[in-house]
């Protein structure tokens, strides 16, 4: 008897935590999501159904936050996944100063992505910065060019941010994955005659398949998640928000809490989808 | 051809020290260049004349030194808080989800893996609501209780992936000597799980460093907000110091860069076997 309970006695601390926390907040949003509610008006708080989520879906703003959005996810997961390759295949030669090499590749993921932020909104600053001085330099261009106050290239450098800040997770997940393949296999497929090609189409991608699974599940929840780089890179203008940001703005803001519930909860939905692939991409290493 | 290799090779790295290390050496600059040059109309790359004005006024006392100084500080008591609370209570999941056979334990897995996805919004209004009714905000205590909810699932799973390599046959072999479920805990597998554990503390130290949008609704107070939300506010404020911006910038990296170059092995370590299964 006394064995049954224990095991719920040793997760009882963090069911709580969790339940209180995160569970809880889970459900209460979505109930807030069903409500009229604007701290601006806070005597008239009542149930209107889906009307919050009508609402957004018809607002010119959410598809332009959509959109936003659907860029930075697109762009942060295709080079997110050709560049952790390439410095996985990188990392993975062997010299004498691998170690170094490979504490500097972990650097961008190590710190803050705020000022990740701040560290590229002096290379891509809208004036004399950086890359304005080297294009010029260059004789690229006589006068600055305004990166971050335009919305393509401002949700550009958003992205490029991104991925320089998800390139090192995705390279160690790309590498754990290298290193799993036996040597065997490759030293095989060349006495039997194997190109270069062949050899990675059929034994590099298989065998690889599950870890780039994990890499780019987890990338491309970065990727919705996106908030302290934007913030860094143009503060909390309309330009270049992404959904997240226009939930944050219409709650904290506005005081829109029903309609900023609402948002959230479209989020969630494709946060949700994902987590789904991602469960599995993580389960699947079990069995094997 | 080995030539070529080997150039190729050089290549890369020269791209790969570029790209990682550019934007550092950039905002240093910066950070030395004085006022009036930083954005001024030339293609130059480096200053005339160097200073470390902007050093001196962050580490002189100066009104947005001590805020920088206390938001650091602040950071840092958000770290204590959230370790002391958080690996102690991942460690009892782990061993519960990874030694322990109960019913409900796979939904209870995944029901915490999948939160890992939900976007931090999701559960911040309510949380702000019940923190403002319960006079919780501004509270480093309570703040750093969010963070180890939003770290708990990846902390467990971390740590219960480590365990089940570790054989069942050396527990029950100290349980046979006599030994309780808890001492064998304590003297056979608390022993062998310090690499994971080292890993997972690296992890939520860096995490909780780079906290921005949970202190950004839930703590305002400068008694309470992080280093993170401080530096912003130099960037929103009336008159925006670059050149500050950056000095504080850099000296902000100066923990995780620290901790990523000396604890490079835990590092990667832990964050491989969020990808790989033990």
């Given at each position: ?253 506005f005081l829109n809490f029903g309609k900023g519930s609402a948002m959230t909860y479209i989020v969630m939905f494709f946060a949700l989808i994902l987590g789904v692939f991602y469960l599995r991409s993580l389960n699947r290493e079990v069995e094997y | 051809m080995k030539y070529a290799k080997k150039a190729g090779y050089y290549l890369a790295t020269i791209l790969f020290l570029i790209f990682t290390v550019g934007p550092f050496v950039w905002t240093f600059i910066i950070s030395v260049t004085p006022d009036y040059a930083i954005f001024a109309p030339t293609s130059k790359m480096l200053p005339e004349s160097i200073t470390f004005a902007n050093y001196v006024e962050l580490f002189s006392g100066s009104r947005r030194g001590n805020a920088f100084f206390k938001g650091m500080y602040n950071s840092m008591r958000a770290v204590g808080i959230t370790l002391v609370i958080g690996i ?191």
């Amino acid at each position: 008897m006394k064995k049954k309970i224990l095991p719920y006695l040793l997760l009882a601390p963090m069911i709580l935590i969790m339940g209180v926390l995160v569970f809880y907040p889970i459900i209460a949003t979505f109930s807030y999501s069903l409500k009229k509610w604007k701290l601006t008006a806070p005597g008239d708080i009542h149930f209107i159904g889906i009307k919050n989520y009508l609402d957004i879906i018809q607002s010119d703003s959410f598809w332009y936050s959509m959109q936003n959005t659907l860029f930075i996810l697109v762009f942060v997961v295709i080079f997110t996944t050709l560049f952790g390759y390439l410095v996985a295949s990188f990392l993975n030669v062997d010299v004498k100063w691998s170690g170094i090499l490979l504490s500097l590749s972990i650097l961008p993921w190590a710190l803050p992505p705020y000022v990740n932020g701040v560290l590229w909104k002096f290379v891509f600053f809208s004036g004399y910065g950086f890359l304005n001085k080297l294009l010029i330099g260059l004789g690229i261009t006589s006068k600055p060019i305004e990166f971050l106050g335009s919305r393509w290239t401002l949700l550009l450098v958003i992205s490029i941010v991104v991925v320089w800040r998800s390139i090192p997770f995705m390279a160690l997940v790309c590498l754990a994955g290298r290193q799993s393949i036996p040597v065997d296999f490759y030293e095989a497929a060349k006495m039997d005659g194997g190109t270069p090609g062949m050899i990675f189409r059929y034994i590099t991608m298989p065998l690889m398949k599950p870890f780039l699974a994990v890499g780019i599940t987890s990338t491309s929840v970065t990727a919705i998640n996106v908030f302290d780089e934007i913030v860094a890179l143009s503060g909390y203008s309309d330009l270049g928000k992404n959904i997240l940001m226009e939930s944050y703005l219409t709650t904290f803001t506005f005081l829109n809490f029903g309609k900023g519930s609402a948002m959230t909860y479209i989020v969630m939905f494709f946060a949700l989808i994902l987590g789904v692939f991602y469960l599995r991409s993580l389960n699947r290493e079990v069995e094997y | 051809m080995k030539y070529a290799k080997k150039a190729g090779y050089y290549l890369a790295t020269i791209l790969f020290l570029i790209f990682t290390v550019g934007p550092f050496v950039w905002t240093f600059i910066i950070s030395v260049t004085p006022d009036y040059a930083i954005f001024a109309p030339t293609s130059k790359m480096l200053p005339e004349s160097i200073t470390f004005a902007n050093y001196v006024e962050l580490f002189s006392g100066s009104r947005r030194g001590n805020a920088f100084f206390k938001g650091m500080y602040n950071s840092m008591r958000a770290v204590g808080i959230t370790l002391v609370i958080g690996i102690p209570i991942a460690m009892m999941s782990a061993y519960a989800l990874s030694r322990m056979e109960f019913k409900g334990r796979k939904v209870i897995k995944n029901l915490f893996l999948i939160t890992m996805v939900i976007p931090v919004m999701a559960t911040i209004i309510p949380l702000y609501r019940m923190f403002a009714a319960g006079k919780m905000l501004d509270n480093i205590f309570w703040l750093s209780l969010v963070y180890v909810s939003s770290y708990l699932p990846m902390a467990s799973w971390l740590i219960s992936n480590y365990f089940a390599t570790i054989p069942k046959e050396l527990e029950e072999a100290a349980m046979i000597d006599g030994c309780g479920r808890g001492a064998a805990f304590f003297r056979i597998i608390l022993p062998l799980s310090r690499p994971i554990i080292l890993s997972v503390t690296l992890i939520m130290f860096l995490n909780t460093w780079s906290q921005f949008q949970i202190p950004l609704i839930l703590a305002s107070s400068m008694e309470t907000k992080p280093m993170a939300i401080v530096v912003s506010e130099f960037m929103t404020k009336d008159s925006i110091q670059y050149g500050l911006i950056a000095a504080a910038g850099m000296t902000a990296l100066i923990p995780p860069a620290l901790t990523a170059m000396l604890f490079r092995k835990y590092l990667i370590s832990g964050m491989m076997g969020g990808s790989v299964k033990g």
